[in-house]
Nanobody
């Protein structure tokens, strides 16, 4: 049975940092991503990583501020967020794909976690 467990969200002031973690059990995935959903908005792609090779992809809004990485031994992905802005406030979801052909498209993902709240105060 596949399970994704996210952690690391919280409340931070603008300009601060947070590190999210997503640990998976049950199988290995080809592609991992973080999506986020702010109140009243659709869930949007934030960043993704290919498990084999470690290629990374970022939404324009987070480039230079967020970094996705993986720990292969622990089957875990991390999202280091720096320079946080109030507009980064959202529930962040870890999503995983068996194939993941389109890394920034939700339809490509097969599993997701319960989400972790990130709130950035101004």
């Amino acid at each position: 049975q596949v399970r994704l467990v996210e952690s690391g969200g919280g409340l931070v002031q603008a300009g601060g940092s947070l590190r999210l973690s997503c640990a998976a059990s049950g199988r290995v995935f080809s592609t991992w991503a973080w999506f986020r959903q702010a109140p009243g908005k659709e869930r949007e792609f934030v960043t993704g990583i290919r498990w084999s090779g470690g290629s990374t992809y970022y939404a324009e809004s987070v480039k230079g501020r967020f970094t996705i990485s993986r720990d292969i031994a622990k089957n875990t992905v991390f999202l280091q967020m720096t320079g946080l802005k109030p507009e980064d406030t959202a529930v962040y979801y870890c999503e995983t794909a068996i194939l993941g052909r389109s890394i920034n498209t939700r339809a490509a993902y097969d599993y997701w976690g319960q989400g972790t709240q990130v709130t950035v105060s101004s």
